[in-house]
């Protein structure tokens, strides 16, 4: 009985060892191999991360811009696009685009007598733009904006029933603008924009449109560097994913 039970002892030790071997191996391979893997995986998307967030010289820039002003002491809106860049997160330059529509009563001296008149105005100019920013920090942007530009005026004089075109103008004009802008991110992708500014027209084939004066402004910033981090940093994350749960 005893030389049984120890017979039995043996063959089973022999058969744990047998299984050890046989399972243990692989799987310490295995392993070795899943954590080598690993942690090459780990290493590489730590160093596209930091490719993707490291601050670069250049950076695309694009808002919209909606500016209130006034001409002959009435409100106007200005309504406008601005794209470009930004180099070493300190200097901004860029094409902004602008289009004015204002209507408005005036007296117009005609035969001797003044009469009662409409006066319908659009302007459509480009602008080239330059930004200093004194300070540009996660939630907040201070500059000096400065614009010069080029564009054309179309300007209709009727009479008080507007049924009559007394007066007509087509003529070009270069306004030239500086002023001072704050903007605040809230979220690192969008963010809002104010100015104000004096704007001044620096030659003109039309007297009349009165350009000149101060303006504020407001409007949307996206902010497309931030946008397209995000971007990128999402494919890499989904790219390293399927190789090792990243969170």
């Given at each position: 009985?005893?030389n ?37 995986t ?58 004015v ?115 504020y ?31």
């Open positions: 009985m005893c049984r039970s120890v017979s039995w002892i043996q063959r089973n030790i022999y058969r744990f060892i047998l299984y050890a071997i046989a399972y243990t191996s692989p799987f310490q391979i295995l392993f070795s191999q899943t954590t080598k893997l690993s942690k090459k780990k290493e590489a998307y730590i160093r596209d991360s930091i490719r993707i967030f490291t601050p670069k010289k250049i950076y695309p820039q694009i808002a919209l811009d909606n500016r209130k002003s006034f001409m002959r002491k009435s409100p106007v809106d200005i309504q406008g696009i601005y794209t470009g860049i930004l180099y070493k997160s300190r200097y901004k330059f860029g094409i902004g685009y602008y289009q529509d204002s209507q408005s009563r005036a007296n117009l001296k005609l035969k001797e007598r003044q009469v009662q008149t409409m006066r319908d105005l659009d302007l459509y100019y480009g602008t080239i733009n330059f930004e200093y920013l004194l300070i540009d920090r996660r939630y907040i942007k201070f500059g000096f904006p400065i614009n010069l530009g080029l564009g054309y005026s179309n300007l209709n004089i009727y009479n008080d029933k507007k049924d009559t075109l007394i007066y007509h103008s087509v003529g070009a004009f270069v306004p030239f603008s500086i002023g001072s802008e704050i903007t605040l991110k809230p979220f690192r992708e969008f963010g809002l924009t104010t100015s104000i500014g004096y704007r001044k027209v620096l030659i003109h084939s039309e007297p009349r449109i009165d350009f000149d004066g101060f303006f402004s407001y409007g949307l910033v996206i902010d497309v560097k931030e946008i397209i981090k995000d971007i990128r940093w999402l494919r890499a994350k989904k790219r390293y994913k399927k190789v090792r749960h990243l969170k």
